[in-house]
Structure formats: C-alpha cells, structure tokens
C-alpha cells in the first residue's frame, strides 16, 4: 500500500496497518473494543432502554480471544508507529487492565495514566453499583527511555493558566451539536468521543505536520481534531455507516491558520547555540566587553567563547556563577551587551542568531 495520508481507511485495522509503511506514524490514539459483557438489556427507571453498546464489533467469546485480538492490533501499532513515537489507549474498568497488560508485554512502557473525569456521565440506572462517572487512558511510549519523545510540557501549562497539567482531566461527554445523529435522530456511534478529549491529546504529545493515526476511526473525532490542529492523519474504520459519517463530518473541517496553530515551546526544546556560534556569526567580537545587569560585573569575550574578568576565565555560564559566588548560573540571561538603549541580554543575540539561521 502506498503512503497515504489525510484519509478514512475502510477494513479490518490490523490487516491495514500491516499494509502500512513501517515506521510511518508519529502518534496512535486507540479507542478499541471496550468488551464490556453488558449481560442483559439496560433500561431506565420508567422502563425505556438505554442505547448501550450492544454491536458486533465489541463482543468476544472469552477474555483470552479478546487478549488474542489485543495483541494482534498493539504488534501492528508497534510496526507502523516511529521509534521516537507514542501511543494513547482508553478504555474503562472492562478492558482497560487486560489492554495496559499486553501494552507493556509488548515492549511499550507506559509514561501516565490519565483519568478523564466525565462531568456529565451516565447514570447508574439499576442503582446497584457506583456511577461510573470517568475513563483511563495510557500515553506509552514505544520504547523504556526512550529519547525524544514528544511532550509538549509549555504548551499544557500555559493551557492550564500557568498550572503544570495535572493527570486528572475534567471534561464533558460528547453531547450537543458535536454528537453526529441519524436521520431518526439516534445517535451514530454509542461511545463518540468528545473533541475536547482529543485536542488536550494531540496538543500534549504531537506537532504540527505529524502523522497521526487511529485505528478504531469511529465517527472520525481523531481525524477532525488532527485536520483542525494542523496534523496529518489515517483513519481505519471496518464499519461503512461509521466510516462515511466520518468522511462527511471531515468535509466541514477546516484548519487553523498557521499563526493560530503555534503553541509556547520549552528553551530546552529549541536548537542548541553555542556561545562561540555568536562570535563568529559576528554578533560579538574578541574584546567586547560584556557586564552585568547592574553593571557591577564585567567581562571580556575571547577567540574561544570564553570571557575574562582580568583575574578569571570561565564559559559564560561558569564565569558568571563565579563572580556571583553562586553554584550555577545562566549566562544568556546574566550578561548583556551594550546597545543604544542601554544594556540588553545576550540571550536577544542568541534569539537573533536563531532567527537568521533558521531555526525557529
């Protein structure tokens, strides 16, 4: 199968990911079956049913066919996904620990579990047990310490008003205008996800440009936040109803424009530059003098990037945390150069060398 992209893939997910390019996927968001042996018809207090989950596609004779399909589908996962990728499955109390299982005995490792907290759940109609008001996903890694992978730490705390983004998350069920309906006016799909779910997902462990794929596409709600977000994406849907609302729901999408789609970055995650890369890109020179904010200290630069007091030499980092008496120090941010304006950073050098260089 040739390469493909931005599309919604009819048939069996483990037949197609097998016909998939190897090592072609950034990140995977399962959604499997839940197998969740209902035993029974599910009503309300006043007799009417309860549109449950009772298809097909998520019944299995016994918990080790199921173990045996789990493993069939996280192997392709594993073929398809980069080594530098991750996956997200979510589940309930059903499957969730048989799925997170067979994960790990399959090389991932795990890096959270996430409980999404439903603020709108269903209600235990039959009152005999707890409401089961959330769902868990796991966010794994394709490899134990595995080095990059995407997390866009910056970008969720600035989500989360300057607040590290906790592993509980609060949001509703698909509800509204978001749930896709019948003609009848039922419901679609009995366990569509909501939007909001996926977006924290994607603007969590992906970029802009990757690939993500879904094998169990559903309605498509990976698919529409990954085109909204900028990402590319492959649906794998066996169920035609399910796919062809899918396709049409992806018609009305449209991406965000590219200045909407940027996001706050970590400085650890920006290219390395080197303080010498300034002295030769001329920014700085041998000789210019370099001080302190309060100009209490100075400095001079050298031909190797490092700076002299007259009496010490160090890095601009280890110069500046000897002066200070300090045990570390960071320099881009310690010492500044002389402009029109008075003093200013050399880390405003450091961003200018980027910029001109193109690196972000």
Known sequence: MDALENVIIEGDCIDVMNRLPEKSVDLIFADPPYNLQLGGDLTRPDNSEVNGVTDDWDQFDSFDAYDLFTHE?????????????????IGSYHNIFRVGTVLQDSGFWIMNDVIWRKTNPMPNFKGTRFQNAHETLIWATKHANQKPYTFNYDA????????????????????GQERLKREDGKKVHPT????????????ATSKEGDMVLDPFSGTGTTAAVAKALGRRFIGIEQDQTYARHARERLKRVETYADDELKTVTSKKAEPRVPFGALIESGYLRPGDRLFSASRRYEARVRIDGSLSNGRDVGSIHRLGAHVQRAAACNGWTFWHYETRNGLEPIDILRRKFRSQMGLG
């Open 73 to 89: 589908w996280l192997t392709a996962c594993r073929r398809v996904l980069k080594d530098t990728g991750a996956i997200w499955v």
């Open 156 to 175: 969720l705390k600035t989500f989360n008003d300057d607040l590290q983004m906790r592993s509980d998350w609060t949001i509703p069920i698909c509800t």
């Open 192 to 203: 569509q996800k909501p939007e909001g779910l996926l977006h924290r997902v994607l603007l």
